[in-house]
Each structure stands twice: as structure tokens, then as C-alpha cells.
């Protein structure tokens, strides 16, 4: 979020960069308003990422440190955020944060792929992968309240996630030779996974 505490720190170079993040991040029409109203929705959009955290520090001022520090390690951030912010992972609700953005096909088909691949992992019981996915692309291994996360179209061979705006670049150009949707499907998940694993991330 640099680029947005810098331009409301007074870096008006800054402002541009600011406002990318934040339409990326699904902050829509922002290029209708007045300077002074973009800038309240900045802080209002800032806030909105602060005030978990704010919650946690109240909560540890007022005397439930131990237990509540005990679930914020990081092998227990998925339960950490359920009880702060009281979502589970669920496949619906995971897919209902997937924002295609744009009207490419490719896209569309590629998110219905997601979707459907985080459906089969989470029945399977198996929600390590999922969380790998949230990772990589929030920074979190469990989704807060209101996020979202946008999918956007790309010509480059790879998928390339944004942790800071919540926000993946999925290619979107047409196999040569075309594939089968299966095969489509396949190539489109090992893809993934190949940036999914660049971020380190292990759920050992």
C-alpha cells in the first residue's frame, strides 16, 4: 500500500500509482471524483485494511493477550481469522470473491476453471492448496471479511499475483495448437501452481 500512504503523506507523483492500486483492488469510479474525494476514499480504503489489526491491538490492551497472540502464530492464522472475522474457507464463498475483471473469455473460462478446482480440493477435505492459493495472492491463508480478489486478463506465459491489491494477472492467450478443455484446464492449474510456488509458502 506505499504507493497510497505516500500520496496521502503529500506525494502527489505518487497519485496515480495510488489510484491503480485501489481500482485494482476494486475501488470503482474513482476517476469521476474530485481530488478531495478521492482522497477520502483512500483513507477510507486504508482504514479498512488497518482496522482488524486495530481490533487485535485493542483486544491485547485489554487483557486477552495471551490467547488471542497464542492464534495469531502463523501455523494457526486460518483460525485466527475465523475467529476475528468469521470466515472459513467454503467453496462458495471463495468463489463469490473471484472478481473476473473484463470480459474476456479466455478469462471467464480460466475462472471457472478456478473455481471449480477449489471446489474439488475443499470436498476432498484437502484445504492446504486452497490456503497456498490465498497465500500467494492476499498474503493470507484465510480470506478476511470483504476481500476480494480480481482476476485480470495477460499476453505473458505465466500467472503473476499482486499480494498488495489482492489481485492475479492470468494469461489469456489461445494455445497453438488449440487444446482440449481438459487438457486447457490442466496446463491452466499447473501454471498456477508454478507461481503459487514461488511464493515459498509450505503448509507443513
Known amino acids: 500500500q506505499k504507493p497510497i500512504l505516500a500520496w496521502l503523506g503529500g506525494d502527489e507523483g505518487s497519485r496515480d500509482s495510488a489510484l491503480e492500486m485501489m481500482e485494482c483492488a476494486g475501488e470503482d469510479g474513482l ?38 497472540l497464542d492464534m495469531l502464530q502463523a501455523n ?6 475465523a475467529a476475528l472475522q468469521g470466515c472459513a474457507l467454503d467453496a462458495a464463498d471463495v468463489a463469490s470473491r473471484l472478481n473476473v475483471m473484463g470480459k474476456d473469455k479466455v478469462l471467464k473460462q480460466k475462472a471457472q476453471f478456478l473455481k471449480d478446482h477449489i471446489a474439488q480440493q475443499l470436498a476432498a477435505g484437502d484445504a492446504a492448496w486452497v490456503e497456498r492459493f490465498l497465500v500467494c495472492v492476499t498474503g493470507q491463508r484465510a480470506l478476511k471479511a470483504g476481500t476480494k480478489i480480481n482476476l485480470l486478463p495477460s499476453h505473458d506465459t505465466l500467472c503473476h499475483a499482486h499480494t498488495c491489491s489482492n489481485c492475479i494477472n492470468i494469461p489469456t492467450t489461445h494455445e497453438t495448437p488449440p487444446l482440449e478443455e481438459t487438457d486447457q484446464r490442466k496446463r491452466f492449474i499447473r501454471n498456477l501452481e508454478i507461481t503459487m510456488a514461488e511464493t515459498g509458502y509450505s503448509t507443513g
Open 31 to 68: 476517476g469521476d471524483l474530485g481530488a478531495d474525494e478521492q482522497r477520502a476514499r483512500a483513507v477510507e480504503y486504508i482504514t479498512s485494511i488497518v482496522r482488524p489489526y486495530l481490533c487485535v491491538a485493542e483486544g491485547v490492551l485489554q487483557g486477552c493477550g495471551k490467547p488471542l
Open 76 to 81: 494457526t492464522a486460518e483460525e485466527a481469522s
